[in-house]
């Protein structure tokens, strides 16, 4: 089956600095998505990327489609203590593969005020 | 407001029992999926439904059972036969089976043994 390889499994940063994680996949996805799972709660959606290529923003944060279709990266600029949590990145092949998300295993991400 | 909901937000098991926890949307998705998700790890699907009285097994279904007899519900059940159920378990649904929409969770059940 496909597989997410997401890194660095782990992160521990000043607050000020910027974060860049990445996921790569052994077969293609037509969209990738960005989720952050704050401890104790579900994952919520950060960034949803459809084409190839794209580059999205959300506040401080700004994820692309890689243009091989197989990774993505997610980037985080100068962090603030409330980004701590894990960071899940996923892929989707619609219309195949029963509409299923693959997940990466997650980021964790600490930041030091 | 819309969303998911699940509950309990935490489920205690005494040896030999089955329980059921709750998951509703109010979001009119056609999919509804269920994750577990273990200490440091990533989330391993157990079950999924596309559409109402449809599931499929996921990775990891052993000793789980399911049901989806209206589209907003899709409880599962942690069967005694599951020998680790200690885990924090996730819901999620989809707006369209195959659709490229990205999958929204529900804050989550965290189930212990007694």
């Known amino acids: 089956g496909q597989q997410l390889n997401q890194s660095p499994q782990s992160m521990f940063i000043q607050e000020g600095e910027d974060v860049s994680m990445n996921c790569t996949s052994s077969?293609?996805?037509?969209?990738w998505l960005w989720y952050k799972q704050e401890p104790g709660e579900g994952p919520v959606l950060l960034i949803a990327l459809y084409k190839a290529g794209e580059l999205t923003s959300n506040g401080r944060l700004t994820a692309q489609f890689g243009i091989t279709r197989k990774d993505s990266f997610l980037n985080i600029s100068a962090s603030i203590p409330s980004d701590v949590g894990i960071y899940f990145c996923a892929g989707q092949l619609y219309n195949t593969n029963a509409g299923k998300s693959t997940f990466g295993d997650g980021t964790t991400l600490t930041v030091k005020p | 407001d819309g969303g998911i909901t699940q509950s309990p937000k935490y489920l205690f098991r005494k040896e030999g029992q089955n329980v059921t926890l709750s998951c509703e949307q109010n979001?009119?998705?056609?999919?509804m999926y269920w994750y577990r998700q273990d200490p440091g790890q990533g989330l391993r699907l157990i079950y999924y439904s596309q559409i109402v009285n449809d599931f499929q097994k996921g990775d990891i279904a052993e000793g789980y059972s399911v049901s989806r007899e209206k589209k907003e519900s899709f409880p599962l059940t942690v069967t005694s036969a599951q020998k680790n159920p200690t885990a924090f378990y996730l819901c999620a649904s989809k707006d369209g089976r195959n659709s490229n929409q990205p999958q929204h969770f529900g804050d989550g059940t965290r189930l212990s043994i007694l």
């Open positions: 979001l009119n998705h056609d999919a």
């Open positions: 077969s293609i996805f037509n969209t």
